[in-house]
């Protein structure tokens, strides 16, 4: 080994033995939180340099994309970052209606945007508190899982799932958020009881902490220029003081119509990234808020509307299924995959919890997509591990790991 | 003042002349095609120029379409340019008897997975990568499985025994 860095360890004359240490940290690692194998160059415990190995839960979701009806790829998408499917959902619904050209009612777009500001939180809050988790702090963790636990249970209110959640259809949802729903949603929004105490609590425990300052300032830090280089999105690229999110950029599903800011961090590194999450958060309840408010506003018959008039595409109700031949061709085609789908090509992108989840599907006219790409925010991000541990410890390089919000399932599609 | 895609095709076409075709504009992104040995000349005419400062390659995947002989591969770049908020989409076409387009990794760290992951998925070999090997399946794979002739199984074949599987 010529490597400067080992030069200060002397070995006797002649000898053959390599100067680092070779570690296999993955793939199946207590501190990994996912099937991530790195093989780490050690001298003693500073890093020098890093290979990452990913692909061990591929599972080829583009090939099986191509044969498949548009409703049908759905809950593919569950599977991709699994800490918040009903973005990945809804974000492949955006796409299908921007192909299809079917325009949502603004009750739609409010409702789906209380439930990906409950999925945001709820993968910003795992990823915070598994921070947390490694630098030695559990109890963080516990306290924001029961808030976890009450999203959930909204999910399932509204569609029955609740992890791979398959939320809502092309067009809208299933079905209208029922009474109990409401009703969760407000607990969960509650100032004293509900998460934004719980969060306060959480931020007490952190934010301030010198033990937990001490490990997470200056650990995995990038700056803006490389970030963009790499192709860093989301909370990453912000820590690094870039303000792009696509919620503001492009906005969809009426962001346009919620006022909220967008944080951002100086140094990109595990701290910051760990405070532009925590204020996600807090930005993420005010929107929520300001969704339920507006979805209250609605009087009449619009109170009701759950989703868009979209009959090639949205199943019809059971009842006029039964009762009228229409509905029962449009259910039969949908059914059985047999609508056919506008030749084109388009790009859509919603904001993940991590980045920018993107998707690209080209349509040749038949039933299924001809080709459709994810673009995972964590497969492009991911690349950086290696230059953002160099020169590290292994236990730093377990919680740049963690604060990265990678998901196994998002990297290897 | 936001950047109009109309600007935007009269800068490359000032530059690039005739060489750039099928200019389109689906859905809102301006989207064209190029000859495959001017792609990093492109990529970086968009990148360095002020008035463009495309500096974001947001995706890079390919598409196979078979009975385009000759060009039969089509490798689609997707830039954004974060300031003006304009994304544009181009594409070069090449041949999968010799599927040889130039590595954008020297302009984009970024691009290097994902020409990783075109090349696991379609042999598209970027010429000037720093290690192109499989990203997603095993090395030992020697096909590249998005190509078209490999279909996926057909959900009606009869020769199968499902008795185990329930189906």
Redesign the interface.
């Known amino acids: 080994m010529t490597d400067k860095t080992t030069d200060h360890i002397a070995l006797p004359e002649g000898s053959i033995e390599k100067k680092t240490n070779t570690l296999n940290l993955g793939p199946t690692h207590p501190a990994t939180h996912g099937v991530f194998q790195n093989v780490l160059e050690m001298d003693g415990e500073r890093i020098i340099s890093a290979t990452s190995t990913v692909g061990y839960i591929h599972r080829a979701f583009e090939k099986i994309a191509e044969r498949r009806p548009l409703y049908q790829i759905q809950p593919l998408t569950d599977r991709l970052n699994y800490c918040s499917s009903p973005l990945n959902n809804i974000g492949w619904q955006l796409t299908c209606e921007k192909l299809l050209g079917i325009k949502t009612p603004k009750r739609v777009d409010y409702l789906r945007v209380i439930i990906m500001e409950l999925a945001r939180i709820s993968d910003h809050l795992i990823c915070n508190s598994i921070v947390g988790v490694d630098s030695g702090a559990y109890t963080g963790f516990l306290y924001v899982m029961q808030y976890r636990e009450m999203i959930y249970e909204i999910y399932e209110e509204v569609c029955g799932a609740r992890l791979t959640t398959n939320i809502g259809r092309i067009g809208g949802f299933e079905r209208n958020f029922t009474p109990k729903a409401w009703k969760r949603l407000e607990d969960f929004l509650d100032e004293k009881t509900g998460y934004p105490a719980q969060l306060r609590e959480f931020e007490n425990l952190f934010t301030r902490n010198r033990i937990f300052m001490d490990r997470t300032i200056g650990c995995g830090p990038i700056s803006a220029e490389r970030a963009l280089n790499y192709g860093f999105t989301g909370p990453n690229l912000r820590a690094a003081g870039v303000d792009y999110d696509v919620r503001v950029h492009t906005p969809y599903s009426s962001y346009q119509d919620f006022d909220f800011t967008i944080p951002v961090g100086t140094t990109g590194d595990c701290y910051d990234r760990f405070l532009v999450r925590n204020q996600e958060m807090w930005q993420s309840l005010h929107i929520l808020k300001q969704a339920y408010k507006k979805i209250q506003e609605f009087k009449g018959a619009e109170a009701e509307v759950y989703h868009a008039d979209s009959p090639e595409f949205y199943l019809p109700d059971k009842k006029d299924v039964y009762t009228k031949m229409e509905a029962l061709i449009y259910h039969f085609k949908i059914i059985m995959g047999e609508t056919e789908m506008p030749k084109g090509e388009v790009y859509n992108s919603i904001e993940g919890a991590n980045g920018e989840l993107g998707y690209y599907l080209i349509s040749d006219g038949g039933r299924t997509p001809y080709r459709l790409h994810f673009r995972r925010p964590c497969f492009i991000y991911y690349q950086a591990y290696p230059e953002l541990i160099k020169g590290g410890m292994l236990s730093d390089a377990v919680i740049t790991m963690s604060s990265l919000n990678l998901i196994a399932g998002e990297l290897d599609a | 003042m936001a950047l109009a895609n109309d600007t935007i095709k009269t800068r490359l076409t000032q530059k690039f002349g005739e060489a750039l075709s099928q200019w389109e504009e689906?859905?809102g992104?301006l989207?064209f095609t190029a000859p495959k040995d001017l792609n990093l000349k492109i990529l970086q005419f968009l990148f360095d120029e002020e008035e463009l400062r495309f500096?974001?390659?947001?995706?890079l995947?390919a598409?196979?379409y078979p009975n385009d002989k000759g060009r039969e591969l089509a490798v689609?770049y997707?830039l954004h340019n974060?300031v003006d908020?304009v994304?544009i989409?181009f594409k070069v076409f090449a041949d999968i008897e010799k599927p040889d387009v130039f590595s954008a990794t020297a302009l984009?760290?970024?691009a290097?997975?994902?020409e990783r992951?075109t090349f696991d998925?379609f042999g598209v070999n970027f010429i000037g990568h720093p290690n192109l090997i499989?990203?997603?399946?095993?090395e030992e794979m020697d096909y590249f499985?998005?190509r078209k002739q490999y279909?996926?199984e057909d959900?009606s074949r009869v020769d199968k025994d499902d008795d185990m599987f329930g189906r």
Do not use: A, C, G, I
Not at chain 2, 55 to 59: K, N, P
Not at chain 2, 134 to 138: K, Q, T
């Open positions: 689906p859905y992104m989207t500096r974001f390659l947001t995706d995947q598409v196979h689609v997707h974060l908020n994304r989409r984009y760290q970024s290097n997975w994902m992951e998925f499989r990203v997603l399946n095993v499985p998005m279909p996926l959900q």
